[in-house]
C-alpha cells in the first residue's frame, strides 16, 4: 500500500471545555497518512485516478470551522469520517494538535488509525 500524506494543514475551530477557550476559533494543525494504491493514478497522470488532496484538504477545514467541540477526540473523529468517505483510501492515519493548549508543551493532540474495514 502506497501513501499520500499532508502535514500541518492549518485548520481554525471552536475547541476546548473552558469558556475562555470557546470564545473564539483557535488555530489547530492537521498531518494526514492516508493508505492508497497509486498505481492507477501514476499509470493515467489523471487526477480522477488519484485521491484529490486538494478537495479533501477544504473539505476538511470547512468540517473544523464549523466544528463546535469540546474535545480534541471529537473534532478528529469527525475529521476522520470526512476522509474516509472516499472508498480509494483504505486508512487513514490523522494527527490533530492544539498548539499552545499548555504552556510547558509545545502542542498536545491526539492520534487516529481508521480504515474502511471500520466504517459502518
Known sequence: M???FLERLSLRSVIGVHAWE???AQQLELDLA???DTRAAAASDALDDAVDYAALSE???R???EADCQLIETLAARL???VLTDPAIRQVELVLRK?????AAQSVGVKLVRSQAEVP
Open 59 to 61: 473539505r476538511l477545514v
Open 2 to 4: 502506497d501513501t499520500v
Open 80 to 82: 476522520v469520517d470526512v
Open 34 to 36: 492516508l493508505s492508497v
Open 22 to 24: 470557546r470564545a473564539f
Open 99 to 103: 498548539p499552545g493548549a499548555l504552556p
Open 63 to 65: 468540517q473544523a470551522a
